[in-house]
């Protein structure tokens, strides 16, 4: 246990549009994420909610945590956390995309669809400075508000901390902020931001196997 690594899991849900394949791992999880499942009314999100459990389930695996074992309790501003076990995970989704970081240290991570980016916003979320960063680039639109929200879960606070009181510097296009550690990632089409880890090993799984 003392050698994790911090990784994170992603995967893509369409797989679980099969409704053999979706029922079959559906009972595979525990009695509260079902649960938690039947309350979207919307079958995507479904899917997801799924998908981050399933993720989740695989990394405690590869750490050697049995998933029926765990207990999960809430910390300040609802943060989970495994009851009795110094591993931290996060977990996120957006649109087809679901993931879950896990780390021996505490961690939040975030996703984000790389698509229309709705600049309306830029003044309500983003400072000065950052709206100067940002330049009306897409992708550096979606590219800061994931490592806002990768800050935001690594706190446990969500929305409760008003996004313009978080001020992003880059140098040299490395992000920072306070003294934490960042890691980002993309592919198909997604951003990954991660706080409280400035590496992490990029694990792609295929939850239809």
Request: hydrophobic share 35%.
């Amino acid at each position: 246990m003392d050698n994790i690594k911090t990784r994170i899991f992603i995967s893509n849900v369409d797989c679980l549009e099969n409704g053999a394949l979706f029922d079959a791992l559906y009972n595979s999880v525990s009695k509260k994420r079902r649960e938690k499942i039947d309350r979207f009314r919307f079958e995507s999100d479904k899917r997801l909610s799924l998908g981050v459990e399933l993720l989740f389930k695989k990394a405690l695996e590869d750490c050697g945590i049995k998933y029926d074992s765990v207990e999960i309790v809430y910390g300040k501003n609802e943060k989970p956390y495994i009851r009795g076990n110094k591993v931290y995970f996060n977990l996120s989704h957006s649109e087809n995309m679901a993931c879950c970081a896990i780390s021996q240290s505490e961690i939040g991570v975030d996703t984000e669809k790389i698509s229309k980016a709705d600049f309306r916003l830029s003044e309500r979320i983003y400072t000065d400075k950052e709206n100067e960063f940002v330049c009306g680039s897409k992708e550096r639109f979606i590219r800061l508000w994931a490592l806002k929200e990768s800050y935001m879960k690594y706190c446990g606070s969500g929305l409760s901390i008003a996004p313009r009181d978080i001020e992003f510097e880059f140098i040299d296009d490395i992000p920072h902020y306070k003294d934490l550690s960042f890691f980002e990632y993309e592919t198909e089409g997604y951003r990954f931001a991660l706080c409280g880890a400035e590496n992490a090993e990029i694990i792609k799984v295929n939850l239809g196997e």
